[in-house]
């Protein structure tokens, strides 16, 4: 490297954005993770004897998984190699393992091979790397914001510790930010810069764990907030609320932060919880999830665990989607507000789960005809006596009257039990007689009087 390359490299640095001008170098800068690089755990031993695994790297944004990466580039002596998932593809992972197998062959040297989102990798892109981090050759780290146990091929998972990152905690955040304002060479340690408590508190919270955003807060207000007569920089809570107007919420739609909270929001309706149910809903429409998405978990939610216990359930969430479609946002949030909590204070039943119990019937058991009573009479009444002896349970009491319509080989079977809540508890006692009836007197094979129907 000449001077000129030097000092192009200087200015580049200096033109990067704050949180990767700060990013730590050794493992003393680094802030936060102390229960897996903490003094004496594992993973800090590893790096500081240069004695490495595969590992994976997994939590939300922000949390240090790309430094730690980093970090162990600076301290191996393993020829070490970087590449983004999202922008490298077969080509780039050739080169890598040739390189790997050059360092091995010639110099006895390992490789520690590099992936950030390491599941944006399809399945034969990591099936091209099993084999070399198999044999030695590459030593993978990989980096990702999603589950590598559903993302990631078995294979590699199994052959690599994982680590999970956790969000920073506010102690940890107000750590950083003293940092970057304490470097006279990568932050603002050169500048006077004061940052009134509340502004502070304000850019920590909203942060929500992640160094990064509290880092690109904290550079715009700097920047954007001129010295005063004293050539202090005061930045206050406006300027802070400025900085940083929105929280960065750990959702991705196709991801665990998808699926999570939609499960939390789901088992809130389960468990009557409205508060909670509006809370996570709230959650995934700041997050910019598809409201209508939303009303079709609803929509199978008013059948499968309210049911018949509040039949008007389903019509509900129907209208309420429907109104929503008319008058979009911002006013349709108030017929999805009302739809959540429709359901999370119905009365709840999940009995139409009888129809799985009533299809694995179907499917193990031989092939069952009706009984001839109540098939089609009017195709072969005459020649086979279709419909013979059918009841017509308008013309009795109650318009019910016992009569079988189960297959001789499964006569007695139950699946249906209505609950004890709601619209079911009005319906439960008579039809649980009417059963009870129905079975004694055909298990008996008990004659009823009866007058059939043509």
């Not at 200015?11 to 690089?37: C, H, N, W, Y």
């Not at 981090?133 to 589950?147: D, H, M, S």
């Not at 994982?162 to 969000?167: A, H, K, W, Y």
């Not at 079977?413 to 059963?435: C, K, N």
Request: net charge negative.
């Amino acid at each position: 490297m000449d001077l000129f390359d030097h000092a192009s490299q200087d200015e580049r640095e200096k033109d990067q954005p704050l949180a990767a001008r700060m990013r730590p170098r050794t493992l003393e800068e680094f802030v936060g993770q102390g229960s897996i690089i903490g003094p004496g755990r594992l993973l800090r031993r590893a790096i500081e004897a240069d004695q490495l695994s595969s590992l994976i790297f997994y939590g939300p944004p922000g949390t240090g998984k790309t430094t730690l990466a980093r970090i162990i580039a600076n301290t191996t002596k393993a020829h070490f190699i970087a590449i983004n998932a999202v922008l490298a593809g077969v080509k780039e992972i050739r080169e890598a393992i040739s390189v790997a197998e050059e360092k091995r062959k010639l110099y006895q040297q390992r490789t520690v091979l590099f992936v950030d989102e390491v599941h944006r990798f399809n399945k034969a892109q990591q099936d091209a790397l099993l084999p070399h981090v198999e044999n030695g050759t590459l030593i993978l780290i990989g980096a990702t914001t999603e589950n590598p146990h559903f993302e990631v091929i078995k294979a590699l998972v199994s052959r690599s510790r994982i680590f999970l990152l956790e969000p920073l905690n506010e102690e940890e955040l107000h750590a950083v930010v003293q940092q970057a304002l304490a470097d006279p060479a990568r932050g603002y340690g050169r500048q006077r810069i004061e940052i009134s408590e509340s502004a502070m508190a304000h850019l920590v919270n909203v942060a929500n764990g992640d160094a990064r955003a509290l880092l690109n807060a904290l550079e715009l207000a700097v920047e954007t907030t001129p010295p005063d007569e004293a050539g202090t920089q005061r930045i206050d809570l406006a300027t802070a609320e400025e900085s940083i107007q929105r929280r960065a919420v750990r959702y991705d739609k196709g991801g665990d932060a998808h699926y999570d909270t939609i499960s939390a929001f789901i088992k809130s309706l389960r468990g009557s919880d409205p508060d909670a149910a509006l809370y996570w809903m709230a959650k995934m429409l700041y997050a910019g999830e598809d409201p209508r998405f939303i009303f079709r978990r609803m929509v199978i939610f008013a059948s499968e665990d309210v049911g018949l216990a509040d039949p008007n359930a389903v019509q509900l969430v129907m209208a309420c989607a429907q109104s929503f479609d008319y008058i979009g946002l911002p006013e349709g949030n108030f017929p999805l507000a009302q739809a959540c909590l429709y359901l999370a204070t119905a009365p709840k039943s999940n009995s139409v789960f009888a129809y799985w119990e009533a299809l694995a019937v179907v499917e193990q058991e031989a092939e069952q005809e009706p009984p001839n009573p109540i098939k089609d009479k009017s195709r072969d009444s005459k020649g086979l006596g279709h419909g013979k002896g059918y009841l017509y349970p308008h013309d009795y009491p109650g318009h019910w009257v016992i009569q079988q319509y189960l297959p001789d080989a499964i006569q007695g079977r139950t699946f249906y039990e209505p609950g004890e809540l709601g619209y079911e508890a009005q319906i439960r006692e008579g039809f649980l007689e009417r059963r009870a009836k129905q079975q004694m007197a055909l298990r008996d094979e008990s004659p009823v009087e009866h007058k059939e129907k043509d």
